[in-house]
């Protein structure tokens, strides 16, 4: 057995992956999944299922619409500020990280940024506190969890200004209160679905306040009139959004979910400050729950020990080349026992380099 500690694609559930593949070969009166119209009612209740499904896991409160795009996280970096963001006005964002920094990179299109704290110079290994975050900013927007550095923002912003969240890598591992937020949007690859759609939660009443002209893909408006139905859908990676959203809610939900990811990372943070071989990379109070980032004390051994736990079934621990050293991705669908293979793993390798 393989235990796959990839970012992202991550992994799904076994039971995820059978029933997909199941409906590639029959979804519907021996058709496929992939060779049905979007237009049919069978598809057209599968995103609306999906949607659903995303409202109540995340307590979804009225006047707030789901939508299913393409383009990834990456292009809400820029459909953000071309929707909210009028010419002249200021949008305040938090650099915490390589996301945080390409989404800034995309407003100057569009209006004016003001990065409000940055932990660049400390390559990113803590989350930017006691920032202000000006009140005529036309929204605030932060990363909730930086998947490459292995940072959560557990503390929520104090502001009236209205909040946008890139939540790409920890959505739905936690209860988080949707109403403080304006706009959530996530890549679906890390705790969603597979690649090919990012998801975005929006609250309807900040749309329309800006009168720039609006690419009709890239108008959230249309999307939302169309019931993320305007042109053909990634039908496929919707498809199997909603059978892991199935997944997560015959667990219990994210209530659920999240005590076991809290194990989860409690036992592997344990492990690396006991074990004299490990060290984490950023500051306690912020450590991710979803991307443990850890280096060796000895740095010659991690290449060693890279093997050893490749060898032992452990897939996808490489550090990001940014950080270096190891990085476990611990996303919902990992189950808690490989987490305890990895720990077992260490605690071998300690033996080992002992004798
Ligand atoms: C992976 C990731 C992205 C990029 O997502 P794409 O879907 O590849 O565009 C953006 N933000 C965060 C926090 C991520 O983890």
Redesign the pocket.
Known sequence: MRHNFGA?PCILPQEVFKQASRAILDFKDGLSILEISHRTPEFESVVEEAGRLVKELLNVPEGYSVLFLQG???LQFAMVPMNLLGDGETASYLDSGV?AKKAIKEVPFFGKVNVVASSKDDNYSFIPKDFIIPEDSAYFHF?S???IYGTEMFEFPETKVPIVC?M??DILSRVIDVSKYDLIYA?A??NIGP?GV?VVIIKDEILGRIDRKIPSMLDYKLHIEAGSLYNTPPVFSIYVAMLNLRWLKSKGGVAEIEKENIAKAHALYTEIDRNPLFKGTCAVEDRSRMNVCFVMTNSELEKPFLKYVEENGIEGLKGHRSVGGFRASMYNALPITSVHTLIELMQEFEEKTNN
Do not use: E, F, I, L
């Open positions: 992202g990834g996280a990456s996301w990363t969890n930086n998947t890139d790409s890598s890549g690859q890390k690649a990012a």
